[in-house]
């Protein structure tokens, strides 16, 4: 079964999906088996994507107008069409620099391959940069790495609240303004040091 997912950025009328959805319905895709979606690209909340990967079954085919209406960067297009892969579903292209994906194909997946390999390159890429960083700022007698939320005084209270039984978790973490799963990162439930607090109290 061939499944469609067109996107456009504006809901305000400026851009249309009519060129996608034709598109779509001229590559075989019924117009039950759309799925839509309006809202930027970088945004982690598509309902209409998240309600189409689900549809997909074993042997069907994903259809996009173009290769950005699906993923958000490169290395989100890459893992989503592997997933794709491993639940055995096709994933075919029709237009734009990405048209000659067609995973059904071997020169499809050949083009799959080579954009595979490049977010495999952003991803080093970023990973050296990362660590040529943290070497940068340690022979500067900067220590690189997570910052911490809270203060050695804010560790110490946490640390003496989650000690006494009566200690209300929700409201302790009103008052330092972090999360209950934050706040478990410093002190354990009987209020034994963890090693974020371990960090900030012996940096």
């Known amino acids: ?9 504006k809901s305000d009328g400026t851009q249309l999906l009519d060129l996608q959805l034709d598109a779509l319905l001229a590559a075989g895709v019924g117009k039950e088996s759309i799925y839509e979606d309006e809202i930027s690209g970088r945004s982690d909340n598509r309902p209409g994507l998240d309600s189409c990967l689900k549809a997909l079954r074993p042997g069907d085919v994903l259809i996009v107008w173009k290769l950005d209406r699906l993923g958000r960067n490169l290395r989100h297009l ?11 579903i096709g ?10 994906i067609d ?9 799959f391959g080579i954009f595979a390999a490049l977010a495999e390159f952003e991803r080093e890429l970023i990973s050296e940069r990362t660590r040529a960083g943290l070497a940068a700022a340690r022979a500067r007698g900067r220590k690189g790495g997570r910052s911490f939320k809270l203060t050695r005084s804010q560790v110490r209270l946490a640390q003496a609240s989650m ?10 973490c009103r ?4 999360s209950r799963q934050a706040l478990y990162k410093y002190i354990g439930p ?5 090693e974020h607090a371990e960090r900030v109290l012996n940096p």
């Open 1 to 9: 079964m061939r499944i469609g997912y067109a996107r456009i950025s």
């Open 103 to 111: 995973t059904a194909t071997s020169s499809g997946k050949l083009v």
């Open 78 to 88: 890459v893992n989503t069409v592997h997933d794709l892969a491993d639940r055995n």
């Open 163 to 172: 000690k006494n039984r009566d200690c209300s978790v929700s409201e302790l």
């Open 190 to 194: 009987d209020g034994e040091l963890r």
């Open 175 to 178: 008052e330092l303004g972090i």
């Open 91 to 100: 994933f075919k292209v029709l237009t734009g620099q990405g048209a000659e």
